[in-house]
């Protein structure tokens, strides 16, 4: 069941990646949703170890069940044979990709040198305003990345 909810905006012609429908289990895991993750996580119990893995074998097991046929769309075997090449792995650049639409409520995404150094340059923007440095989400993989948020 889940699977068939999760093709359904590929089938739809909505996206071109699961991952990139918010509104389904899979696009709310990969963008970080706990619930979600959990959900996978039972739905995909033969597999243990951390999210990372469970994240490949679902999406491993996505697009090897939603490839098109004659009457439905889905995905062409060369996207299949793709994924299953990565063995089911989002490069990290999709990761934050998938992950930076939690991230809007930021002024600006980047390290920390990064950051203090926009932060300095474009202070008339903020007045006196403070800003906070937080991490940008929960992908170590990532190195660090941060967001500046006004407070």
Not at 41 to 61: H, V
Not at 67 to 87: H, L, M, N
């Amino acid at each position: 069941m889940a699977l068939y909810i999760d093709l359904n905006p590929i089938r739809a012609g909505l996206v071109s990646d699961p991952a990139e429908y918010r509104f389904c289990g899979y696009g709310e895991a990969v963008g970080g949703g706990e619930a979600a993750r959990a959900g996978l996580s039972t739905l995909i119990s033969w597999k243990t170890g951390p999210w990372k893995t469970i994240q490949a074998e679902y999406r491993r097991l996505l697009y090897s069940t939603g490839e098109e046929s004659p009457i439905r769309k889905g995905f062409t075997r060369q996207e299949a044979a793709e994924v299953e090449a990565k063995e089911g792995h989002l490069p990290a650049g999709a990761a934050l990709r998938h992950r930076i639409r939690y991230l809007s409520e930021g002024v600006i995404l980047g390290s920390r040198a990064f950051i203090d150094r926009w932060i300095e340059r474009n202070r008339w923007r903020f007045g006196d305003r403070a800003t906070r440095r937080e991490p940008a989400g929960r992908f170590p993989e990532l190195g660090g990345l941060l967001r500046a948020k006004r407070v």
